[in-house]
């Protein structure tokens, strides 16, 4: 059974940087896409960023270009993002999920393709 565990969330101010991470567990290749994405309360959740385990080929939601990047440590199955210059808008809970697709795209910016999901992290920034 897959699992996927975040941590890092918390309360920063606006201009600040968070790190979050995703520990996968019960996946034994790398054969997969990992994505973030958050929801707020009342709306849908929107893709944050995603990674393929294996090339690394990286996508982005528009509202985050440039501002976060995902990366992966294969050897300890484990992805990260990295949030700076962090803003208000930004706040919401964060979720990592995992498809066993070998082809990362756009399409991994929804909820749609993903077969298991973490419980999430709060994000909370403050004006």
């Known amino acids: 059974e897959v699992q996927l565990v975040e941590s890092g969330g918390g309360l920063v101010q606006a201009g600040a940087s968070l790190r979050l991470s995703c520990r996968i567990s019960?996946?034994?290749?790398?054969?997969?896409?990992v994505g973030w994405l958050r929801q707020v309360p009342g709306k849908d959740r929107e893709g944050v960023a995603c990674?393929?385990?294996?090339?690394?080929?990286?996508f982005y939601g528009d509202s985050v270009k440039g501002r976060f990047t995902i990366s992966r440590d294969a050897a300890r199955r484990t992805v990260y993002l990295q949030m700076n210059n962090l803003k208000p808008e930004d706040t919401a809970v964060y979720y990592c999920?995992?498809?066993?697709?070998?082809?990362?795209?756009?399409?991994?910016?929804?909820?749609?393709?993903?077969?298991?999901w973490g419980q999430g992290t709060q994000v909370t920034i403050s004006s």
């Open positions: 990674i393929n385990m294996n090339d690394r080929r990286t």
């Open positions: 019960g996946a034994y290749a790398n054969d997969y896409t």
């Open positions: 999920a995992l498809d066993f697709d070998l082809i990362t795209s756009s399409f991994h910016l929804t909820s749609a393709p993903y077969d298991s």
